[in-house]
């Protein structure tokens, strides 16, 4: 059974529906975030109550690719791209998403390296947020 109309570019025909095309390439981007005007412990981010320079890294396989940091706010703006793969690599594996004040010496971690799984949803949504309550981030996805 044909697809009418035909389905767009990333997704195949299968059985007359538009399903994902798994060999497609994604390109995987850094958005926006929001942190807590505090840390855990009640203290400001930066000494004498500096905002934060956040930042998120986003680890695939055996690739690690990072945004700059945004100086002192608690609303950072990215817009980065961050690495491409295929949707089946993505919905396979998964992203491990780590999200940071930049600090001089050790940055301070805002969210701990956590795996978020992609669903092909997320994938058609071209969006997945994800975090916890010390600070939230959003990634896009588009095809290559
Ligand atoms: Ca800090
Ligand atoms: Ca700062």
Redesign the pocket.
């Known amino acids: 059974m044909d697809c009418v109309p035909a389905c767009r570019t990333g997704y195949v025909c299968r059985s007359g529906r538009c399903e994902l095309d798994g060999t497609a390439v994604w390109v995987v981007s850094a958005v926006r975030g929001s942190v807590a005007e505090r840390k855990a412990d009640g203290s400001t981010?930066?000494a004498v109550g500096?905002?934060?320079?956040p930042f998120v890294c986003v680890r695939l396989g055996g690739e690690l690719r990072c945004t700059g940091p945004v100086?002192?706010t608690m609303r950072p703006v990215w817009n980065e791209d961050l690495l491409t793969a295929t949707a089946r690599t993505l919905m396979d594996s998964g992203l491990r998403v780590s999200f940071w004040?930049?600090?001089v010496t050790n940055h301070d971690s805002i969210y701990t390296e956590g795996l978020l799984s992609v669903s092909e949803p997320a994938l058609r949504a071209g969006t997945l947020e994800g975090g916890c309550p010390l600070g939230r981030f959003e990634l896009s996805f588009r095809l290559w």
């Open positions: 981010w930066d500096g905002a934060p320079d100086q002192n004040d930049e600090d």
